[in-house]
């Protein structure tokens, strides 16, 4: 058991008043394995004098650097804001893939070895130490603000403020360690079952989110199955094929079995649910639901296999979107966040079940606007941050386009694609390898390659678009279930 700092009642004291319930470590998916093996969170000079090896390490060369120069280098550093800023950087550098934020117990906070940062303690004027009036120095109210965006300038850097615990963190000091779908041993063999693999029934349904760009440049022209239409109207046709193909997977006999929820957030100026009709105003909703309130019914043409070959058909498709081009902005960051709102509240409703992650899927036109690049990749971030116990939410971005330019589709690595690309290939969810054959499939690409590519395509035509929908909306369907 580990020893306490003599005036352990004063710092249990402060952590009542200040609502102090736990502390944050955030690492990547991969690192779980390592972590539960070993026992707990090492300090990464102590990973490396035992030879502990840490696949997705979430510091760089230079923090380490910075640790070793101030002494850190032997502490586990933990946070008191769940949203830490470093995590999107790391993020942004692809040193983690997917996030999980282990939640501390904050008895450690008095272990007799544990210091405090009243900012990130490698900062210049950082005010780091390990007694009680160290601890005081911490700025409580900084702390415990939604994010730092939404702090005063003064402020910002004392809500990375650190709790450093000396040497190692046992796994029964890690509150929510079994919340992740891995077996904890008995000093055996850990039983460990992949990421990506929940199926999808109606006890564990997932999600899907589509946000569609509805700004005023939607209005260009476009060519689909032949018929001349504005982008916004063949991407509601497609997004209103889609979710009709969704729904059609949940009809079993007479029933409409709920695997999934399904929210369109249209967005220009402002960003909105997108629903039609009786479901107009409403967020998420069920495939029952969707089949018995559709807004309209049109005839489209679309590609048909028949004996003689793929013909152009005339079908009867249910709408539940209009197409809509109107606004000067493409508030790309205020969809984000709407469908970040919607699927915190999923997740929660949904705690302690393996469902597979949600999918958001953004159509657009173009470069979103109104806020910074270093901003965006934050919202972005928090997005992908929000996790099931089977992984973390999927982010595809699909940029169409009505000319005729060369076309970016799932790239495994950022070099040499267009300065667009780059940017919205920071936003992109890194897939995980399951969608590896379904895109080698869908768009004819080499199927030798095991690389993790990112869920984006730029410069896309309808029929691109019509086929990464397809890729981002699988489902791993028990039909006994």
Request: hydrophobic letters at 35%.
């Amino acid at each position: 058991m580990p020893s306490y700092k003599k005036d352990s009642e004063e710092y249990k004291q402060i952590i009542q008043r200040e609502r102090i319930e736990k502390l944050y470590h955030f690492t990547d998916r991969a690192n779980l394995d390592s972590i539960i093996e070993v026992g707990g969170l090492y300090s990464w000079a102590d990973c490396k004098a035992r030879h502990i090896t840490i696949p997705k390490p979430g510091s760089s060369d230079s923090s380490r650097s910075l640790d070793m120069r101030d002494g850190l280098q032997h502490f586990v550093r933990l946070s008191l804001c769940r949203d830490h800023p470093m995590k999107y950087v790391a993020m942004k550098e692809g040193r983690i893939d997917n996030p999980v934020l282990l939640e501390i117990s904050p008895e450690v906070i008095y272990w007799s070895e544990t210091c405090y940062a009243d900012r990130n303690a490698t900062k210049n004027g950082a005010q780091v130490g390990s007694d009680i009036t160290d601890f005081k120095q911490i700025h409580f109210d900084s702390v415990r603000a939604p994010n730092h965006f939404n702090l005063p300038e003064e402020e910002k850097e004392f809500y990375q403020a650190e709790v450093l615990v000396k040497g190692f963190i046992p796994l029964e000091y890690i509150l929510n360690i079994r919340n992740f779908g891995i077996q904890l041993p008995k000093q055996t063999k850990l039983t460990h079952r992949s990421p990506y693999t929940a199926q999808v029934t109606r006890d564990t349904p997932t999600a899907f989110i589509f946000l569609v760009d509805q700004s005023i440049s939607m209005n260009r022209s476009t060519l689909l199955y032949g018929e001349s239409l504005t982008l916004s109207e063949a991407v509601a046709r497609i997004v209103n094929r889609s979710i009709e193909e969704l729904v059609n997977r949940c009809i079993k006999g007479s029933e409409v079995r709920r695997y999934f929820d399904i929210a369109v957030i249209g967005y220009g100026d402002e960003a909105q649910s997108a629903w039609q009709g009786k479901l107009a105003g409403r967020d998420f909703v069920t495939p029952e639901e969707l089949r018995q309130s559709p807004y309209k019914t049109i005839t489209a043409r679309e590609e048909k296999r028949t004996r003689r070959g793929v013909e152009i058909k005339e079908v009867q498709r249910t709408q539940w979107l209009e197409a809509k081009h109107q606004g000067k902005q493409t508030r790309l960051d205020k969809a984000v966040r709407y469908a970040q709102g919607l699927l915190e509240q999923w997740c929660a409703e949904h705690s302690g079940k393996v469902c597979y992650p949600p999918t958001v899927i953004n159509i657009t036109d173009g470069e979103y606007n109104a806020v910074s690049h270093e901003e965006m990749l934050q919202i972005a971030g928090e997005l992908k941050s929000i996790e099931t116990l089977d992984g973390n939410t999927l982010f595809f971005n699909i940029h169409i386009s009505p000319t005729t330019l060369q076309t970016t589709s799932f790239p495994e690595e950022q070099t040499g694609i267009e300065p667009l690309a780059q940017r919205l290939y920071a936003l992109s969810s890194l897939l995980p390898e399951r969608y590896n054959q379904s895109i080698s499939l869908l768009m004819g690409t080499d199927a030798s390659s095991t690389k993790r590519k990112r869920g984006l395509v730029v410069n896309a035509d309808m029929a691109t678009l019509i086929k990464t929908i397809e890729i981002g909306t699988p489902t791993n369907i028990s039909n006994n279930l």
